[in-house]
């Protein structure tokens, strides 16, 4: 999903590039990605998925404790900002996200790349996403994060895992279309830009916007749901007793919770990162009229 660096023809100076020249970097990188190999592109699948769940982590740590003490939409907003912190780290760092890499549809419709190569890509790369966020979950619960603020870190987590694997399939959905429609959104302006306080810019608005209002990021979801999984599984029968909670409150949060989360989820991604982003750009800039 890494934006690649500017290169020769691509325009000079410090000025970002313009959203026709946007189009024609975002295809070509489609086709690198479409033809990297199988391993390189796990790899940096796996740390993407890492990078969103530090994201994630924090925006769990900030939110512990604000109700009743911050409005609402505040300790939104400040969860969004640092909760940008997985996409800065994926866009500057260097690494493949399942989300962003849904403007690979640009590439395919201008048949530069096949159905297959895209599907192959978008495969490896959810999978890598995957196993990273979720092994980025079980370092974290290792290290007792669950257990600050007196456990209250922890029930924040219980209480985001709970809420994702309750919501309705159709909700998740069109929650998921409006989360990738600001993740692409902040990806394309990342072509654009010409520096890192560029890239900066352009990420923070947009992934603060969608996690202020609450949609669905799958990527996100699969540190989420299997952090408040493992706290469920695992916490200590203290931990319980001192938040005042009661695990049966929680036993929608299962590893088939979170399929069932992520199987709408994804699919409003892929039509609002692929469809909604990329294609409507592809159309506007790419398209070549018919004789």
Same mark, same amino acid.
């Given at each position: 999903?890494?934006?690649?660096d500017?290169?020769p023809?691509? =325009?000079g100076g410090?000025?970002?590039?313009?959203?026709?020249?946007i189009?024609?970097?975002?295809?070509?990188?489609?086709? @690198?990605?479409?033809?990297?190999?199988?391993?390189?592109?796990?790899?940096?699948? %796996?740390l993407?998925g890492?990078f969103?769940?530090?994201?994630?982590?924090?925006a769990t740590?900030?939110?512990t404790g604000?109700?009743?003490?911050?409005p609402?939409g !505040?300790a939104?907003m400040l969860?969004?900002?640092?909760?940008?912190?997985?996409?800065?780290?994926?866009?500057?760092?260097?690494?493949?996200?399942?989300? =962003?890499?849904? %403007?690979?549809?640009? /590439?395919?419709?201008?048949r530069r !790349?096949?159905?297959?190569? #895209?599907?192959r890509?978008?495969?490896?790369?959810?999978?890598?996403?995957? !196993? =990273?966020a979720?092994?980025?979950?079980?370092?974290?619960f290792? /290290?007792g994060?669950h #257990?600050?603020?007196?456990?209250?870190?922890?029930?924040?987590?219980l209480?985001?895992?709970?809420?994702k694997?309750?919501?309705?399939f159709?909700?998740?959905f069109?929650?998921?279309?409006? +989360?990738?429609v600001?993740? +692409?959104? &902040?990806?394309w302006? +990342? $072509?654009?830009?010409?520096?890192?306080?560029?890239? %900066?810019?352009?990420?923070?608005?947009? !992934?603060?916007?969608?996690?202020?209002?609450?949609?669905?990021?799958?990527?996100?979801?699969?540190y989420?749901?299997p952090?408040?999984?493992?706290?469920?599984?695992?916490?200590?029968?203290?931990?319980?007793?001192?938040?005042?909670?009661?695990p &049966? @409150? $929680?036993?929608?949060?299962?590893?088939w919770?979170?399929?069932?989360?992520l199987?709408?989820?994804?699919? =409003?991604?892929?039509?609002?990162?692929?469809?909604?982003?990329?294609l409507v $750009?592809?159309?506007?800039y790419?398209?070549?009229?018919?004789?």
């Amino acid at each position: 999903m890494t934006p690649q660096d500017n290169g020769p023809g691509q =325009g000079g100076g410090f000025d970002a590039l313009l959203p026709a020249e946007i189009a024609r970097k975002a295809e070509a990188t489609g086709v @690198a990605k479409a033809g990297m190999d199988g391993l390189r592109l796990l790899t940096l699948a %796996l740390l993407a998925g890492a990078f969103i769940g530090l994201g994630a982590m924090a925006a769990t740590t900030l939110w512990t404790g604000t109700a009743g003490v911050m409005p609402f939409g !505040i300790a939104r907003m400040l969860g969004g900002l640092v909760f940008a912190l997985g996409l800065i780290l994926v866009v500057l760092g260097g690494a493949e996200l399942f989300t =962003g890499d849904n %403007l690979m549809v640009m /590439a395919w419709a201008s048949r530069r !790349i096949t159905l297959r190569a #895209l599907l192959r890509a978008w495969a490896i790369v959810f999978v890598g996403n995957l !196993i =990273g966020a979720v092994a980025t979950a079980v370092l974290v619960f290792l /290290a007792g994060h669950h #257990l600050l603020a007196e456990g209250g870190v922890g029930a924040t987590a219980l209480a985001i895992g709970r809420a994702k694997v309750e919501l309705p399939f159709m909700r998740a959905f069109f929650m998921g279309i409006l +989360c990738n429609v600001l993740v +692409c959104l &902040a990806v394309w302006l +990342c $072509y654009g830009a010409r520096s890192t306080t560029d890239k %900066l810019l352009a990420v923070l608005f947009p !992934i603060t916007a969608f996690v202020a209002a609450g949609f669905e990021h799958s990527v996100a979801n699969m540190y989420f749901v299997p952090q408040a999984l493992l706290i469920l599984w695992w916490a200590p029968e203290g931990f319980w007793a001192a938040n005042g909670l009661d695990p &049966a @409150a $929680y036993a929608g949060i299962t590893p088939w919770g979170l399929a069932v989360n992520l199987v709408p989820v994804t699919l =409003g991604n892929m039509v609002g990162g692929g469809g909604l982003v990329g294609l409507v $750009y592809w159309f506007v800039y790419l398209r070549r009229p018919s004789a």
